[in-house]
T-cell receptor, first 118, second 114 residues
Framework: NAGVMQNPRHLVRRRGQEARLRCSPM?????VYWYRQLPEEGLKFMVY????????ESGMPKERFSAEFPKEGPSILRIQQVVRGDSAAYFC????????????????FGQGTRLTVV | DQQVKQNSPSLSVQEGRISILNCDYT??????FLWYKKYPAEGPTFLIS?????DKNEDGRFTVFLNKSAKHLSLHIVPSQPGDSAVYFC?????????????FGKGTRLSVIA
């Protein structure tokens, strides 16, 4: 799973600032998933993207959060006007095309970005 | 609304003994289950999975058992090793319903004592 690269590893933002989290999937992977882990909680699904398409964003908060996966470059999870409750670890996973959507033994996670809002 | 529950936040086991991690689910549509292992400051790593058409899947020291009628699954690690100390997440999905996102439990922290 070291092949999925997330940066930065740690991000500190003041309330009201914007946070941008990046995820470069493994080579050959065109499916990206974002999960959030709040303190003492499990991972919660946020959004599933393929290149240039959002497939499922049912886990995304309705406001301030957005995600993209452009044709070139990493996937970006963007949080506008951050609040303290956004402090969490954000994990990205990727998988190859044709591996059946979400349920993948071939889905590999990155090391995560730990966002702290002060 | 917790659809996947890991009721034991932590578990301590002596090296060489069996570790049993439990997971319960409420959604009867779930038909595919996975266990992930997570070390501090790292992402989750896939460990083992089981489809609802089976009741057991084994991979080396790791065995997952599924009891569909009880909506319960368990991960057995035997023999346990100190390197197994990590947080273990149970996850479930309703594959036949169209590939729903993985739903994770809150995790169980396993400590294997030498």
């Amino acid at each position: 799973n070291a092949g999925v690269m997330q940066n930065p590893r740690h991000l500190v933002r003041r309330r009201g600032q914007e946070a941008r989290l990046r995820c470069s999937p493994m080579k050959g992977h065109s499916h990206v998933y974002w999960y959030r882990q709040l303190p003492e909680e499990g991972l919660k699904f946020m959004v599933y993207l393929q290149k240039e398409n959002i497939i499922d964003e049912s886990g995304m908060p309705k406001e301030r959060f957005s995600a993209e996966f452009p044709k070139e470059g990493p996937s970006i999870l963007r949080i506008q006007q951050v609040v303290r409750g956004d402090s969490a670890a954000y994990f990205c996973a990727s998988s190859r095309p044709g591996t059946g959507g979400y349920v993948n033994t071939e889905a590999f996670f990155g090391q995560g970005t730990r966002l702290t809002v002060v | 609304d917790q659809q996947v529950k890991q009721n034991s936040p932590s578990l301590s086991v002596q090296e060489g003994r069996i570790s049993i991690l439990n997971c319960d689910y409420t959604n009867s549509m779930f038909d595919y289950f996975l266990w992930y292992k997570k070390y501090p400051a790292e992402g989750p790593t896939f460990l083992i999975s089981i489809s609802s058409i089976k009741d057991k899947n084994e991979d080396g020291r790791f065995t997952v058992f599924l009891n569909k009628s009880a909506k319960h699954l368990s991960l057995h690690i035997v023999p346990s090793q100190p390197g197994d100390s990590a947080v273990y997440f149970c996850a479930a999905s309703a594959r036949e319903s169209g590939n729903t996102p993985l739903v994770f439990g809150k995790g169980t922290r396993l400590s294997v004592i030498a």
